[in-house]
């Protein structure tokens, strides 16, 4: 499958590389549609006047701070919306916004990252091309029919909105226009606050900027081939032109699909099949574009802002593990160096605490510190990804063995600590928030049993494979972890009342399935938690990672019928757009890259352990299982 064609409105899409992503409506740009432009490094923070602090925030718990209720301070409603994610700058047509689109196609093609868009506007014709240079924030663009119009916005700090059109005098645009060989360039400078970065415009032909006012500016030609640059600093003179950034586009593509790991499910009865796969390749395609950079993705990745562009931590795991699942630990390994450069706060945060080791935050922007909440703080299910990333690698790379046993010992040192009574919390949020009102009292949640088990279990083996002794102090905690509780013959989702709710997350599915076999989880028990699961559940609550939780949960249990019912169940967030997109909720989180992520880790799983069911002929190569 290398094209993938859209008309749909709904579906916009997006070219990028990881760390720049650039995504367009119906006309290939931002025409009308309120869509991102954003790369990792591209954040604001608003004037903190009052200098407000993490401490300020605190709420005390028996005696350890936590940063919670923010929106019931002053001090935590500004932590927990800055930094925020910054949109750089919108491209669209130089039209009126209120033409009527006619006749309208559009191909994003896979194999060269290039987006073609063929439409009438207001009764005249256009063709547009846009592409993403694989290595460099820049982005190509030829329009034939009609002019560009860019405009710069202010920050937002809404949880979901990207962008602030209304507030014109809180920043400034400034720029300089020069001649080129071939035409002209204008280099503009953006301040927000305190807050800067440089954009570079160069297009050949007789083009000519203008200035509208209020940070628009066009740029009119009837045919144009333009190349703009975003960066923290000034771009340097050398641009690429659009024929040079579609050739390496192109490259790149090619490169990314010629290697790695691949399945198909041609020549499949299911009916279902051709649907699964078409999922299977444009999720490769999404989270190569959003989830592949150098800081761990927000859950919209580089489309919108969602939680104020901030990355949740716990859903890193379901963003990334696949890269290595999938022959390209190289994806997953950019985002490590992050959790290092924080190493020095996750620390402090642990010691604050009175725990030892690491305690890696929950919803963060880049510089690591976390945000305000009456949830994010208190949930704990983060803390392993890092040792199951690691594992990950070194199943790959032997030399991640050296690389990241400092992270892996710091972040089992905290875990060691944190269970040292040999129970989890309280206070705690389990990764099924339905019991965020109870985190004075929630303890002991099955998932977060198991994956402790294991994160722990798993740290120990890594100082055998380094030479050094066991850890008595884990072996200590390890053996004395409690076990999860059985309530009617299956596993309650958390320890103490009230037990079981049946909305959310049905997290108790993942301590056998996203979690390797641990002595902790009787997989008779298991299996009949999660058919109780899929008898009655409230679907409507879930979210778009839950499916491949219940189908890797099923294959680890033999039941390759029931994983592949649960990966394509017919529930509203498991909807997945023309675009490929995990729709969850309309207006509010249109896309969600953890349910992609998610799928491609199940798949991976399924196809290496041959737990398809019949009628499924299944051809795969580069993809190996789970832990």
């Not at 954040?43 to 919670?68: C, I, Q, R, S």
């Not at 305190?194 to 050949?204: N, P, Q, S, T």
């Not at 996750?346 to 880049?366: D, E, M, N, S, Y």
């Not at 299956?490 to 997350?505: M, N």
């Amino acid at each position: 499958m290398r094209r993938h064609t859209i008309a749909d409105a709904g579906c916009p899409l997006t070219v990028g590389n990881g760390e720049f992503a650039f995504t367009a409506d119906a006309t290939g740009l931002q025409t009308f549609a309120p869509l991102g432009t954003q790369a990792q490094w591209g954040w604001h923070t608003m004037p903190n006047p009052k200098g407000h602090v993490l401490e300020d925030a605190f709420t005390d718990y028996d005696g350890v701070g936590y940063p919670d209720l923010y929106p019931a301070t002053e001090a935590g409603g500004w932590l927990h919306v800055n930094p925020h994610r910054l949109h750089l700058g919108r491209i669209g047509l130089d039209v009126d916004e209120a033409a009527p689109l006619g006749r309208s196609a559009q191909t994003l093609d896979l194999w060269t990252g290039t987006l073609s868009s063929s439409f009438e506007l207001g009764g005249l014709p256009y063709e547009v091309e846009t592409v993403c240079h694989p290595e460099r924030d820049l982005l190509a663009i030829r329009v034939v029919g009609g002019g560009i119009r860019i405009a710069f916005p202010y920050a937002s700090d809404g949880w979901h909105t990207t962008a602030d059109w209304d507030k014109p005098d809180r920043h400034t645009t400034t720029h300089a226009l020069t001649r080129t060989p071939y035409g002209s360039r204008c280099d503009f400078t953006r301040v927000l606050d305190a807050d800067r970065y440089h954009v570079a415009a160069e297009w050949a032909g007789p083009a000519r900027l203008t200035s509208r006012g209020g940070h628009v500016y066009l740029i009119q030609g009837d045919e144009l081939e333009l190349v703009v640059e975003f960066a923290r600093h000034p771009v340097g003179p050398a641009l690429p032109s659009f024929s040079q950034v579609r050739t390496a586009a192109a490259a790149h593509w090619e490169r990314f699909w010629t290697s790695g790991g691949a399945v198909t499910f041609d020549g499949s009865t299911d009916p279902r099949a051709p649907e699964l796969e078409r999922r299977v390749v444009l999720s490769q395609y999404l989270t190569a574009v959003n989830c592949a950079g150098s800081t761990p993705p927000q859950e919209t990745g580089l489309a919108v802002n969602s939680w104020s562009g901030k990355f949740h931590l716990e859903m890193h795991w379901w963003h990334a593990a696949h890269f290595a699942l999938w022959g390209r630990p190289e994806l997953l390994e950019r985002s490590l160096p992050w959790y290092r450069s924080i190493l020095p706060r996750a620390r402090a945060t642990a010691g604050r605490q009175g725990f030892r080791g690491a305690r890696w935050p929950k919803q963060v922007g880049p510089e690591g510190r976390e945000s305000p909440s009456e949830i994010g703080a208190f949930i704990v299910w983060q803390q392993p990804h890092l040792i199951y990333f690691a594992e990950l690698l070194r199943r790959v790379r032997p030399g991640a063995l050296e690389d990241y046993r400092d992270l892996v010992f710091e972040t089992a040192e905290f875990m060691a600590s944190f269970a040292g009574g040999g129970h989890l919390g309280p206070p705690l949020v389990p990764a099924q928030e339905s019991y965020y009102e109870s985190r004075r009292s929630v303890r002991d949640p099955t998932f977060e049993l198991a994956y402790w088990w294991w994160g722990l279990e798993t740290a120990q083996r890594w100082r055998c494979l380094l030479g050094l002794d066991p850890d008595p102090e884990w072996a200590r905690v390890l053996h004395g972890l409690a076990r999860p509780l059985v309530r009617d013959g299956v596993y309650a989702a958390i320890g103490v009342e009230p037990y079981t709710i049946r909305t959310d997350h049905p997290s108790m599915t993942g301590a056998l399935g996203f979690v390797p076999p641990t002595p902790l989880i009787d997989p008779e028990t298991m299996r009949a938690t999660l058919h109780d699961v899929l008898a009655d559940w409230d679907l409507e609550s879930t979210w778009g990672w839950d499916y491949p939780m219940l189908a890797m949960c099923a294959a680890r249990l033999g039941e390759p019928d029931t994983a592949v019912d649960a990966l394509l169940m017919d529930a509203p967030k498991n909807t997945y757009l023309a675009s490929g997109h995990n729709h969850q909720w309309p207006g509010l989180l249109p896309l969600y890259l953890p349910g992609n992520g998610g799928l491609l880790a199940a798949v991976a799983h399924m196809a290496a352990e041959e737990c398809f069911p019949e009628g499924w002929l299944v051809q795969a190569e580069g993809v190996v299982a789970l832990p």
